[in-house]
């Protein structure tokens, strides 16, 4: 089966092939920079990171820019109530946001350009427009002609009478048509300003997406990326002002979209004041469970991210989890022998490893259909954890080799996903003081919780259950996770406990 994606613009389905044979070219929209993100936008970054993870696994060299929009109305506004430069803002909530997207294990763009630094390919650009006509300069203000370009809606599939209709600001009179947008503007004092032919002034946001990704990029490359609500007027324009620059279409080839957050069934919005933050999540939860909430759901269908679905979410994490536990404690304890013998029905589960990894393409192929990638993953789950039980009362020469084979195939298709990557491992060893220099001679965090484990083992030797019962309630509050499992104890560093 070949690759899938559902494209906006045509509403369908269509097969992959990229541009370039073997590279796959891709431009995600990156943050305003105003403020921290929230799960609303994590959303979309985590959705393009596993189709970028997808697409590697695939075979395809990916090529992925993401930009950062760092001149904004939004981001003078917080400079004028914080009392900072704009430019400062855009650097605290830039490096606020690469924060956010590493502890989400989020992998960083090829490229990450500024739209401050793309300026002169802006001004370009606008006066390409302007001297074929698509824009016309007023009081220093650029605006697009959307009358002139023909294919004008073709995105979102609206007319411009549509368009009207679902005004709400008043029209600025100086404009030839209500919804021409503006390329660029004015500068007014205080703000910040680039000359130009027009005057002093700044690019207007549709703009700066088209000169980044058109200097990183060029025409028709391949994935285009965002959430629903940046197919209009954001994208539109997009489309509109490159293709009338360049005189050749597409601007990109697919265009890709993820759907609403919602929050207990409630879309996620400023007005209703349900935003929560990427941070803020994070603090009660680990990282992997929010991937994982995200991979529950087709991208392009609405999420609920609220607390019962989180929980849920935190739980089937904890299975797979478990079972890889499971797994490494099974092989750390057996020999696996050469050339050994397998039992008939080991045949049988041995080769459905193949079947998984292909059910597991197919449904990742079908428009990176997570949900049922993810349906495939816990069938393997199961099986996996069916056959540890059987070794309890049969062990076969052939048991550690065909355990190792299926935790190995386990991690592969989780990390296809970015779930168990070594890179999140690494960042947990420092959280949990496995990494990292310590004073010579004084116990690491890892020596005093293995001392109160050996103690509260010894507790519950003697039926102390309130000793022990005590140690394991003081770990979870400095958030450490006791799990008692037949082959012993086993902790992790998993963050404080939820909130209720």
Same mark, same amino acid.
């Given at each position: 089966?070949?690759?899938?994606?559902?494209?906006?613009?045509?509403?369908?389905?269509?097969?992959?092939?990229?541009?370039?044979?073997?590279?796959?070219?891709?431009?995600?929209?990156?943050?305003?920079?105003?403020?921290?993100?929230?799960?609303?936008?994590?959303?979309?970054?985590?959705?393009?990171?596993?189709?970028?993870?997808?697409?590697?696994?695939?075979?395809?060299?990916?090529?992925?820019?993401?930009?950062?929009?760092?001149?904004?109305?939004?981001?003078?506004?917080?400079?004028?109530?914080?009392?900072?430069?704009?430019?400062?803002?855009?650097?605290?909530?830039?490096?606020?946001?690469?924060?956010?997207?590493?502890?989400?294990?989020?992998?960083?763009?090829?490229?990450?350009?500024?739209?401050?630094?793309?300026?002169?390919?802006?001004?370009?650009?606008?006066?390409?427009?302007?001297?074929?006509?698509?824009?016309?300069?007023?009081?220093?203000?650029?605006?697009?002609?959307?009358?002139?370009?023909?294919?004008?809606?073709?995105?979102?599939?609206?007319?411009?009478?549509?368009?009207?209709?679902?005004?709400?600001? *008043?029209?600025? +009179?100086?404009?030839?048509?209500?919804?021409?947008?503006? @390329?660029? %503007?004015?500068?007014?004092?205080?703000? !910040? #300003?680039?000359?130009?032919?027009?005057?002093?002034?700044?690019?207007?946001?549709?703009?700066?997406?088209?000169?980044?990704?058109?200097?990183?990029?060029?025409?028709?490359?391949?994935?285009?990326?965002?959430?629903?609500?940046?197919?209009?007027?954001?994208?539109?324009?997009?489309?509109?002002?490159?293709?009338?620059?360049?005189?050749?279409?597409?601007?990109?080839?697919?265009?890709?979209?993820?759907?609403?957050?919602?929050?207990?069934?409630?879309?996620?919005?400023?007005?209703?004041?349900?935003?929560?933050?990427?941070?803020?999540?994070?603090?009660?939860?680990?990282?992997?469970?929010?991937?994982?909430?995200?991979?529950?759901?087709?991208?392009?269908?609405?999420?609920?991210?609220?607390?019962?679905?989180?929980?849920?979410?935190?739980?089937?994490? *904890?299975?797979? +989890?478990?079972?890889?536990?499971?797994?490494?404690?099974? @092989?750390? %304890?057996?020999?696996?022998?050469?050339? !050994? #013998?397998?039992?008939?029905?080991?045949?049988?589960?041995?080769?459905?490893?193949?079947?998984?990894?292909?059910?597991?393409?197919?449904?990742?192929?079908?428009?990176?259909?997570?949900?049922?990638?993810?349906?495939?993953?816990?069938?393997?789950?199961?099986?996996?954890?069916?056959?540890?039980?059987?070794?309890?009362?049969?062990?076969?020469?052939?048991?550690?080799?065909?355990?190792?084979?299926?935790?190995?195939?386990?991690?592969?298709?989780?990390?296809?996903?970015?779930?168990?990557?070594?890179?999140?491992?690494?960042?947990?060893?420092?959280?949990?003081?496995?990494?990292?220099?310590?004073?010579?001679?004084?116990?690491?965090?890892?020596?005093?919780?293995?001392?109160?484990?050996?103690?509260?083992?010894?507790?519950?030797?003697?039926?102390?259950? *309130?000793?022990?019962?005590?140690?394991?309630?003081?770990?979870?509050?400095?958030?450490?996770?006791?799990?008692?499992?037949?082959?012993?104890?086993?902790?992790?560093?998993?963050?404080?406990?939820?909130?209720?």
């Amino acid at each position: 089966m070949s690759l899938k994606i559902y494209n906006t613009l045509t509403r369908t389905k269509e097969d992959f092939h990229p541009r370039d044979e073997g590279k796959v070219s891709m431009y995600v929209c990156g943050p305003t920079v105003y403020n921290y993100i929230h799960v609303g936008n994590g959303r979309a970054y985590l959705v393009f990171d596993i189709i970028r993870r997808y697409l590697t696994y695939k075979g395809y060299d990916v090529f992925c820019v993401q930009n950062f929009t760092d001149v904004d109305d939004k981001i003078i506004n917080r400079a004028r109530e914080e009392d900072k430069p704009p430019e400062e803002i855009a650097r605290i909530y830039e490096r606020a946001f690469i924060e956010d997207m590493r502890s989400l294990n989020i992998l960083p763009p090829d490229v990450a350009p500024r739209a401050t630094e793309t300026i002169p390919q802006m001004i370009e650009m606008i006066q390409g427009l302007v001297d074929k006509e698509y824009a016309y300069a007023v009081d220093g203000d650029v605006y697009f002609r959307v009358g002139n370009f023909e294919g004008y809606g073709k995105l979102s599939r609206r007319t411009l009478d549509e368009m009207r209709a679902g005004e709400r600001v *008043e029209v600025d +009179e100086r404009k030839e048509h209500p919804m021409d947008f503006a @390329l660029w %503007k004015a500068s007014k004092p205080g703000e !910040p #300003a680039w000359d130009s032919p027009w005057g002093k002034g700044r690019p207007g946001w549709h703009i700066e997406c088209s000169a980044m990704s058109l200097q990183h990029l060029g025409m028709g490359f391949d994935i285009h990326g965002g959430g629903q609500d940046l197919v209009f007027p954001h994208h539109e324009n997009e489309i509109a002002q490159s293709e009338a620059f360049s005189g050749t279409e597409p601007f990109a080839r697919f265009w890709v979209h993820n759907g609403f957050v919602n929050i207990q069934e409630e879309k996620m919005s400023k007005s209703i004041g349900n935003i929560i933050l990427v941070r803020e999540i994070l603090k009660r939860y680990q990282p992997d469970v929010v991937r994982l909430l995200a991979l529950q759901t087709h991208y392009r269908n609405p999420i609920d991210f609220g607390p019962e679905a989180l929980e849920e979410a935190k739980r089937a994490y *904890e299975r797979i +989890e478990n079972c890889l536990f499971a797994l490494g404690e099974f @092989l750390d %304890k057996s020999r696996a022998r050469s050339a !050994p #013998a397998r039992t008939q029905k080991e045949v049988a589960l041995t080769d459905s490893f193949f079947d998984y990894e292909r059910r597991f393409e197919e449904a990742m192929d079908d428009d990176f259909n997570t949900a049922r990638a993810l349906g495939v993953i816990f069938e393997l789950v199961k099986e996996l954890n069916t056959y540890l039980d059987e070794q309890e009362t049969f062990t076969t020469p052939a048991s550690a080799m065909i355990v190792n084979q299926g935790r190995d195939l386990l991690l592969k298709l989780c990390r296809v996903l970015g779930m168990f990557s070594p890179e999140a491992g690494e960042a947990e060893k420092i959280i949990t003081g496995e990494a990292g220099e310590h004073r010579e001679g004084l116990p690491t965090p890892d020596n005093l919780i293995e001392l109160l484990l050996d103690v509260r083992t010894k507790a519950r030797a003697r039926k102390d259950w *309130e000793t022990a019962d005590y140690i394991r309630s003081r770990l979870q509050d400095i958030g450490i996770r006791v799990d008692d499992l037949r082959e012993g104890e086993r902790w992790k560093y998993v963050g404080p406990p939820s909130e209720s």
